[in-house]
Structures are given as structure tokens and as C-alpha cells.
């Protein structure tokens, strides 16, 4: 492995993600001061549901773009016109039938839903692009392009508050944003390999959906169980507790970016690893980065719980006081959530999807009933606590599930399905 090489792409990737995250933060800095904290509420709650609902129309076509382009550069249009051939219908019946369920459980919500789903299937095309330069180790495309939108965003927010904008005046900018950046990423795939040709036949998207449901199904999961919490607080308490809660669990999402450039860079390596059977090599790098996740994640969260007292009024104001204590309790998981992005990663590489759907049901499951039970009662903190408690549920399950495969290997074997583009075994 070319360590200089991967330690320049980390440093890229990460410095990338973190721009975005630290103007996702500024926009939220500036909404919290702007709007009333029931809007923001509101806010929270409706983009818990659009992220649920976003990432049900991805299918696990990211990772499987990835595979598929770095084992076929030459193929790498026809991948992604095949992906999209998928996704692009699924994009609109899952809008469709998230608005029209909204509009007759919550009609109040649904004005806001709209423009957040929009914004958020928006996003997450632009992942599949995204996806796609990954795979040709081109990631200077995707933080350049990445880079415009969150300029776009951060600027068109400012403007808008200054002027007065509201809440929906907001989620359009977001809508511009992100439809900018889908039209630049496409012209970028188009000037440099041609242009897209979707070929609407049903034997292909049958052949993407075979591989990628697998991946889909373990990432809808872990989603859902991430924002359970968020959706269940929405139900028993008022929206100004999801405000509070959705604010500390940001900075708790947030916290993911220590350790995802790694995971992203690290993940078609495994991939190869698994390829050429090198069982060995692939445990002792599973344990290195584990190791890394925890020690980071350690130092993150003992800062943050630390200064909580300090970030959460620079980033939300001095009304999100109450959520301070959010953030401390939800940051003692940090150094199991960080090392859960890796084991899913290794999930994948290893084919690995049923054990890890199963061990995703278990962990919603202990959520939703522990969460019934706690937040009645313990309201907000309560339910960082649960979260706390079955994050680090997830993680030692599927850390015990890859490790377990990786000592079998050398004796048992798992062919993964053969696809145009992906006929390796591990």
C-alpha cells in the first residue's frame, strides 16, 4: 500500500467533509438565531423523516458504484447510467409516497417536508456521483465540485436572513444549492467520459438491485436506528424537545467526520485485500484502524464533553442551553460510533449483509422499547442515553460478526453473486 498517497487522499477527503460540516453548522448556527424554536423543531423533525426517506431511494448503489467502477474503469459510465437507471424512479415514488403520508398523518408538517425531502433526494443523487469519482480515484472532482455547493449554500442562507427570509424562503436555497451541484457534477461526467444513455430495461436495474439491496438493506437500518431516537421524541414530546435533542445529536453526527475519510478511502483497499484472498493482512488492518477509531474517538469526546458548555451556545445560542447535557452523554459513544463506521465497511467487503440485518433489527428494536419507556419519563436525556446505549449495541454485534468471519476465512469462503463488473469471491 502507498501510505503517502492514502494520507494525502484522507487529508483531501476529510478536509473536504469537514468544510461541509462546518457549513452545515453555520447554516444551522444561523437558523437557530433567526427562527422561533418550534420552527427549528419542525425543521428537525421533517429532515429526520427526509433522511430516512432519501436514503430508502439509494438502494446501496454507492458502494456498489465503487466496486464496480474500480474494477472497470472503462465501464464506468455504463455503471452509473445503469445506478441512476435504478434510482431515479425509486427517487420519485419514495417522495411521493413520504409527502402524501404526511400530509394525512401531520398535514402541519407537510408545507416543510416537501421542500426538505426535495433537497435531501437532491443530496443524495449528488452522493451517486460522488460515488462514481471514488471509484476512479478521482477526488479532487468530487471536493472541488462539493466545495461550490457549500459556498452556495452558506451564501444564499446569509443573504436570505438578512433580508428577512423564513423558514421556506431557507430550504429553497438548500433546494438550489444541491440541484447546482447535481447539474455541475453532470456536466463534469459528461465533458470528460460522454454523455449519460439510461436505458430503462428492467433485466439491468434487476442486475444493480441484486448487488446493491444487500448493502441497502444494512445502510436503511443503521439510518433508522440513528434517527429513531429524533422520530420517537417527536411523537411523545413537544417539538421544542426535539430542538434541544436534534441540536446536541448534530454535533453527535458530526463526529462521524474524525473517522468517515478514512472508512471511504480505506474501503475499496479492503475490498482488493479481500479480493486476493490476503486474510491476514485484511485482520491486522481491521485492528489497526479499530484501534485509530477508538483512540480518536476518545480524544474527540473527552474535548467536546469538556467545552460542551461553550461550543453549544457558539454553534445554536443561548437558547439551546438544555443541551449541553445532551451533548456530553451523547458524546461518551463517540469512540464506539467512530469504530462501528469501520466494521460496517469491513460488513460489505466481506458480504457480510444478512448476519449484520439481523444484528440492525435487534439494535431498532432495543431502541424503539427502550425509548418508549424512557423518554415518558426522562424526557431528552433519556433518550441520549438510549442512543448511547444501543450505538454501542451495534457495534460490538457487527465487530463480532467480522472478526468471527476473519478467523473462518482461510477455511470458509463466500462467492459473492457475479454481476458485469463484480465477479470477485471472498
Known amino acids: 500500500m502507498n501510505w ?23 447554516v444551522i448556527a444561523v437558523m437557530t438565531r433567526h427562527l422561533a424554536r418550534e420552527r427549528m423543531g419542525e425543521f428537525f423533525l421533517a429532515a429526520a423523516i427526509g433522511a430516512v426517506a432519501a436514503q430508502a431511494t439509494e438502494l446501496g448503489t454507492s458502494r456498489h458504484l465503487i466496486r464496480t467502477v474500480a474494477r472497470d474503469h472503462a465501464g464506468a459510465l455504463g455503471q452509473l447510467a445503469r445506478v441512476l437507471t435504478l434510482r431515479l424512479p425509486a427517487m420519485a415514488v419514495s417522495y411521493l409516497l413520504v409527502n402524501a403520508a404526511c ?12 421542500l426538505v425531502s426535495l433537497y435531501l433526494l437532491l443530496q443524495d443523487l449528488t452522493f451517486t456521483y460522488s460515488a462514481f469519482f471514488v471509484g476512479l480515484e478521482r477526488y479532487g472532482r468530487r471536493v472541488a465540485v462539493e466545495f461550490v455547493g457549500q459556498v452556495l449554500l452558506a451564501s444564499l442562507t446569509l443573504l436570505l436572513t438578512a433580508h428577512g427570509g423564513g423558514l421556506e424562503a431557507i430550504l429553497w436555497a438548500y433546494v438550489g444549492s444541491h440541484a447546482t451541484v447535481l447539474a455541475v457534477m453532470y456536466g463534469v461526467v459528461r465533458t470528460e467520459h460522454g454523455p449519460l444513455r439510461l436505458e430503462w430495461q428492467l433485466e439491468a436495474a ?10 441497502f438493506a444494512v445502510t436503511l437500518l443503521d439510518t433508522m436506528h440513528f434517527k429513531a431516537d429524533t422520530v420517537l421524541l417527536g411523537a411523545l414530546r413537544p417539538l421544542s424537545d426535539v430542538a434541544s435533542y436534534e441540536a446536541a445529536h448534530r454535533l453527535f453526527e458530526v463526529s462521524r467526520l474524525v473517522i468517515r475519510p478514512v472508512a471511504l478511502i480505506f474501503f475499496p483497499i479492503c475490498v482488493a485485500l479481500a479480493a486476493r484472498r490476503e486474510w491476514p493482512e485484511l485482520q491486522r488492518l ?63 467487503t466481506l458480504h457480510l449483509e444478512r448476519p449484520a440485518i439481523r444484528a440492525a433489527l435487534g439494535c431498532i428494536a432495543a431502541n424503539v422499547v427502550l425509548n ?51 465477479t470477485y469471491a471472498v
Do not use: N
Not at 438491485?209 to 448493502?215: E, F, G, K, N
Open 206 to 215: 434487476t442486475a444493480v438491485a441484486r448487488q446493491s439491496l444487500p448493502i
Open 103 to 114: 400530509l394525512v398523518i401531520k398535514p402541519s408538517l407537510s408545507p416543510t417536508l416537501l
Open 286 to 348: 481491521f485492528r489497526k484502524l479499530t484501534r485509530t477509531s477508538l483512540l480518536l474517538g476518545t480524544a474527540a469526546a473527552l474535548a467536546v464533553i469538556a467545552t460542551a458548555g461553550w461550543i453549544v451556545p457558539l454553534v445554536f445560542g443561548s437558547r439551546y442551553g438544555d443541551s449541553v447535557a445532551l451533548v456530553r452523554v451523547l458524546f461518551l459513544a463517540v469512540p464506539i460510533l467512530l469504530t462501528g463506521l469501520l466494521a460496517v465497511a469491513l460488513i460489505h
Open 372 to 422: 418508549a419507556i424512557a423518554i415518558p419519563v426522562w424526557g431528552p436525556i433519556g433518550c441520549a442515553w438510549v442512543t448511547a446505549i444501543t450505538q454501542t449495541l451495534w457495534t460490538v454485534w457487527l465487530s463480532r460478526i467480522v472478526l468471527g468471519r476473519l478467523r473462518e476465512a482461510p477455511a470458509v469462503a463466500v462467492e459473492a453473486p457475479a454481476v458485469e463488473g463484480e
Open 4 to 26: 503517502r498517497q492514502i494520507r494525502t487522499r484522507i487529508l483531501m477527503v476529510g478536509g473536504s467533509q469537514l468544510l461541509q460540516k462546518l457549513v452545515g453548522f453555520l
